[in-house]
């Protein structure tokens, strides 16, 4: 059988864990670039039973799985992949599988991205780098309100490191309890507007859905302090993007730390690569070294168990 790896932007898919173990009945097949179009995702992949996605890079919307008539197995990392119709891949006959996720290195890069941008590191790095020394002026962290747009796994430990820094938590989503906030140590705020009227840092950890795509719009923006910085590690659409460019280049709010957009790759003319205030990164919430570990060699684990006639983690509509 024929197996397609998308999306291996860093090149490491088949460092990181051991494919040997099924390459004797597979002919493996890497692709380091992206495409975006259904029909152009269609051609390559055409000749393939099997495909391995690096979590939602790649979509699998019904118009792919109808183009796709000798596609088998899907294998995603994480047991949940918004961007696989998985009713049209039962309906088509392809078995989807899934692995376990890592959740710390995606709230360890929050604080990486909160650092960076509220110290300005990147600006004082290219300054260094160019002959300069010190520019512009950061801020500290103890004693500012840090502002949690979801208090599960991620807000949660990105919570526990605001308050090893002395910072004042706070936290907000439309489900959440001020008694799972004091269960975390966090103030409850019964609002969004209060949240982010109160925040001098916002990060955002919410699952992208209906309902949360859009939450910081233009109104929302409007409520936060002149000086406040955003940092979104969760999905692009969560934030309006011209919204925020809007808010930035106004001086509404002073800047934001981002690892996600709304396209990905973020387009070479995006404003996001040059403006200043924006910390971008190319999301890399998830792709630590230990994450890919467990995302491959579990996905290796779900093709070994089809190919012998008993999928494992397999994921249901």
């Known amino acids: 059988m024929r197996l397609a790896i998308l999306d291996d932007f860093q090149n490491v898919v088949r460092a990181v864990s051991d494919w040997s173990v099924i390459e004797d009945r597979v002919d493996i097949t890497v692709f380091n670039d992206h495409l975006e179009e259904v029909d152009d995702v269609a051609r390559r992949l055409e000749p393939f039973e099997i495909v391995v996605v690096i979590r939602e890079r790649t979509k699998f919307p019904k118009a792919l799985f109808e183009k796709l008539p000798n596609l088998k197995l899907l294998v995603t990392g994480g047991m949940r992949n918004r961007g696989i119709d998985l009713a049209a891949a039962k309906d088509f006959g392809v078995t989807v599988c899934g692995t376990e996720s890592l959740g710390s290195p995606t709230s360890e890069l929050t604080w990486g991205l909160i650092l960076a941008t509220v110290r300005n590191i990147p600006d004082q790095v290219r300054s260094i780098r160019d002959g300069g020394w010190q520019i512009g002026l950061g801020i500290g962290l103890a004693g500012k309100t840090l502002g949690i747009i979801g208090l599960g796994r991620q807000g949660s430990a990105v ?159």
């Not at 706070?170 to 969004?192: I, P, Y």
């Not at 859009?214 to 309006?240: C, F, Q, W």
């Open 159 to 317: 919570a526990r490191v605001g308050l090893a820094f002395a910072m004042d938590v706070a936290a907000w989503s439309q489900n959440l309890t001020a008694e799972r906030c004091a269960e975390h140590g966090v103030r409850f705020v019964d609002t969004k507007e209060a949240l982010l009227a109160q925040s001098d840092i916002v990060t955002i950890h919410l699952v992208l859905s209906d309902r949360s795509r859009g939450t910081i719009d233009a109104a929302a923006l409007s409520h936060m302090k002149p000086g406040a910085y955003l940092i979104n590690t969760s999905r692009g659409p969560i934030v309006e993007e011209d919204a925020l460019i809007a808010a930035i280049e106004g001086g509404k709010i002073a800047g934001a730390g981002l690892d996600v957009f709304d396209i990905e790759p973020l387009p070479a003319d995006h404003p996001y690569r040059t403006m200043a205030g924006i910390v971008p990164t190319p999301h890399l919430g998830y792709t630590s070294k230990e994450s890919y570990q467990r995302y491959f060699g579990q996905g290796i684990e779900d093709i070994d168990a089809w190919l012998k006639g008993a999928p494992i983690r397999v994921m249901e509509d």
